[in-house]
């Protein structure tokens, strides 16, 4: 099997990089830039996967045929909820009134905050602007150095915890 098309842990062998510096710098590059392209793709896969955790949990949880009636006596059925809703309201409003748990973000604004945190995220991972892109003025908001910096496990707990403030499935 070529060098080039071996997974990135196996790009350098001991004693491959030898000739110029120039060729060994490039060698070494290349190997960085697989590791990193890995664990970025990594950091994504998580988010997406987190976020859908949530989502489906806010689904299973509603009891079959649900109806919600909103403040201004609007009545949602759960086919409208699972599909036009958004993810806030659903794990707070709707989630309480139909479990009769307290609403996640009135009883734990902690876990509410990783929950939003979570949510933008996913939303700028699935909608990036060019602006989340590149940033010369502030390179450390763009959606790469958020990931780069982000805790892959805090959604992990995010979600165990979520789910067990409605005595999740």
Same mark, same amino acid.
């Given at each position: 099997?070529?060098?080039? =098309?071996?997974?990135?842990?196996?790009? /350098?062998?001991?004693?491959?990089?030898?000739?110029?510096? &120039? %060729?060994?710098?490039?060698?070494? @590059?290349?190997? +960085?830039?697989?590791?990193?392209?890995?664990?970025?793709? &990594?950091?994504?896969?998580?988010? #997406? @996967?987190?976020?859908?955790? @949530?989502?489906?949990?806010?689904? !299973?949880?509603?009891?079959? $045929?649900?109806?919600? &009636? !909103? %403040?201004?006596?609007?009545? *949602?059925?759960? !086919? =409208?909820? !699972?599909?036009?809703? $958004?993810?806030? /309201?659903?794990?707070?409003?709707? @989630?309480?009134?139909?479990?009769? #748990?307290?609403?996640?973000?009135?009883?734990?604004?902690? *876990?509410?905050?990783?929950?939003?945190?979570?949510?933008?995220?996913?939303?700028?991972?699935?909608?990036?602007?060019?602006?989340?892109? +590149?940033?010369?003025?502030?390179?450390?908001?763009? #959606?790469?150095?958020?990931l780069y910096n982000d805790e892959l496990l805090t959604h992990i707990d995010t979600v165990k915890k979520t789910q067990a403030h409605y005595g999740g499935i």
């Amino acid at each position: 099997m070529c060098q080039d =098309h071996r997974p990135y842990y196996l790009t /350098l062998p001991r004693g491959t990089c030898y000739g110029p510096t &120039t %060729e060994r710098f490039a060698c070494l @590059l290349k190997f +960085v830039l697989k590791v990193l392209s890995s664990l970025m793709q &990594t950091h994504f896969l998580m988010v #997406i @996967l987190a976020y859908s955790a @949530l989502d489906s949990l806010a689904n !299973e949880m509603l009891p079959s $045929g649900y109806v919600y &009636t !909103e %403040e201004g006596s609007q009545k *949602l059925n759960q !086919e =409208h909820i !699972e599909g036009h809703i $958004g993810l806030e /309201l659903r794990l707070s409003k709707i @989630l309480s009134a139909a479990t009769g #748990i307290p609403n996640l973000r009135q009883a734990d604004p902690l *876990l509410w905050g990783k929950v939003l945190n979570l949510k933008n995220l996913r939303d700028d991972v699935g909608h990036a602007k060019s602006k989340q892109a +590149v940033s010369v003025a502030d390179p450390d908001s763009t #959606i790469f150095a958020r990931l780069y910096n982000d805790e892959l496990l805090t959604h992990i707990d995010t979600v165990k915890k979520t789910q067990a403030h409605y005595g999740g499935i």
